[in-house]
Each structure stands twice: as structure tokens, then as C-alpha cells.
């Protein structure tokens, strides 16, 4: 059956909601979410942030069938699961590739119905997203060797140091690498922020950090994400990363967590090592296909 989608610059409110509906289900349908938090928040009819959306309606009317967005180069697809296997999915992608023919789809938890799809558009997968996890116990907390301390971030005297620590620690990966002090000022007013769950380490007799771990509480009282963790190029397998994970899982731990997340790029073997090092194993796989 052919299918036509609509393109559109901005949803209506009830385009939004029948989009976030078919998101829930399709989530519970198959165990992952479609779409991520950045998608979810451009589906409101008054973000600032811009997008591509891409909408076919359901039989009825009513509802959608199939929704895709595309934002940034990057695109994310879904269909209804009442409504696969019958094209959709193909024109969807069709839809998005019009747009913007350079542009990467992600499949989050790389089902094997997005591999078929993308096998079929001969998109080949550029790059992989894992998702890690581990159960945290009881655990002792390391102790930093002799010269190096911890301390917890400051927000009036740490700011400037931590983007250009974090600008050099990510250097080879632009996302996280080009966070500047307002995009650090945003997140500190983001409700789940905790100062003392952003932990710095420093060599004694210096002024800048030399690494740090930055830990979220997770959605539930039990759950934490391990956010982002970064040790400075000049300072790199020396231990410290290993360090900083044994102390934020610590922390975490204290709070009665008990159990924490990541994600990392595929990959990035020294974070994988050091995170698999710590206990955490792969729970979850996200593909880019271009
Ligand atoms: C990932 C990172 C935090 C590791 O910190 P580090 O202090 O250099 O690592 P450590 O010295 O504590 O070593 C931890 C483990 O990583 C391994 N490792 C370190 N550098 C490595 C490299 N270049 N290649 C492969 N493995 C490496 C170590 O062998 C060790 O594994 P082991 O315990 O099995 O021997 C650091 O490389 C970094 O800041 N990278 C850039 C930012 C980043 O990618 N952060 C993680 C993204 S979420």
C-alpha cells in the first residue's frame, strides 16, 4: 500500500499529543523508546528548537500511524505497532531522506525490524550508542592516591575550569566537547542538578581539575546515571578515571541507589574499558544508519 506523509515545520497540540501516544505505545510494544528525550521536547507545538516532522495519519483519522522527526542532521522514526509491515516505515524514511538526503536515522535498541529497513534503504550503520548498566552495592569508596583530591563542584569557583576541562577531555567528540559556560549554566537549573553529584579531581598544588564525573539522579529513587566522565588529555591512564567511577558509584550508593546507567559510544574503548571495569555490561544498543 502506498502512504503518503505529511511534512510540517511546527505541530499542532493535537498532532503532539497523537505523537507522544504513539511513542508510549510503541515503547511498550517493544521494550525501548523510538524517540529520545530532545525528540520528545521538539514534539511541544511552542519549542524554539526547529524540526522536520514527518506525519502519517492512522485509517481513522484520529490518531497517527507513523511519525518521524528530523532535526539537526540527525532522524529519528516510528510506527504504530498496529500498523508495521504494510510500508510505512519505508516511506517514512523516504519522507526523511527528501528533506535531507545527508541525513542519519537512529534505531534505538536496534531491532531487527530497523536493521531490515535500513538494509533495504542500503543505509549502512555509522555509529553505535550503548547504553551500560550495573547494580550497585554497598561499596567502599576509593581513596585517591598520594597528590591527588577530590573535591565536590562549586558552581561560582569551578565553572570556567570545568568547560575547558570537559572542551578537552571531549575534543574528538563535538557533542559533549562544545558545551560552553551557559550551556553549563542551563544545566545547573535543570531540577535533577546536585553539585555534590559532579566531583572534581585535582593534582594537589593546582588551580584546574584534572578530571571529574558528573552523576544525575536517575527516574526513580533507586536509579542514578552516570552522566558524563571526563579526565583532561594530559592526565589520561593514570587511574583517574577508574578512580573517579569507584567514587561516584560510592557516592550514589550512600544515597541508597541501587542501581545506575550510561551511555558511550561503541566506539570509545578507554570508556568502555573503564566502565566495564567497574562492573557495568551492555543493556542496550542504539544504531545510526546513514
Ligand atoms: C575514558 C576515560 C575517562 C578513561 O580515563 P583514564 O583515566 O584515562 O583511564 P584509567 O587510566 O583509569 O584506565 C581505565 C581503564 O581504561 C583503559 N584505557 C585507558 N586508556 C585506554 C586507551 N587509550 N585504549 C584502551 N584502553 C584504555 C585502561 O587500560 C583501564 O582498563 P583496565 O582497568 O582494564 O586496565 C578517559 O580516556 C577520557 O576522559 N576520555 C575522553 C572522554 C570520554 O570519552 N569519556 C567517557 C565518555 S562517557
Redesign the pocket.
Known sequence: MTHTPQVADRLTADQAAAARRLADDARAADGTAALDEQTLLRLDPGSARSATHVLLPDDDGSGLAGYAQLAEGSAELVVAPSARRDGRGRALLGAVKEADPAAAVWAHGDLPAARALAASASLTRTRELLRMGTALAAATRPEPPAGVRIETFDPAAHAEAWVRLNAA??A??PE?GSMTLADLRERENQTWFDPSLLLLAFDDGADAPV?FIWMKPGETASEAE?Y??????S???????????GVGLAEVAERGRTEID????GD???????Y??AGFDVVERHAQYS
Open positions: 577531555a571531549f574528538s567528540h559533549q578530571g552516570l558524563v566522565l571526563g579526565i583532561d588529555p592526565a589520561q591512564g593514570r587511574g583517574l578515571g577508574r578512580l573517579l567511577t550510561l551511555y558511550v559510544e570509545n574503548a578507554p570508556a568502555l574499558a573503564t566495564r571495569r
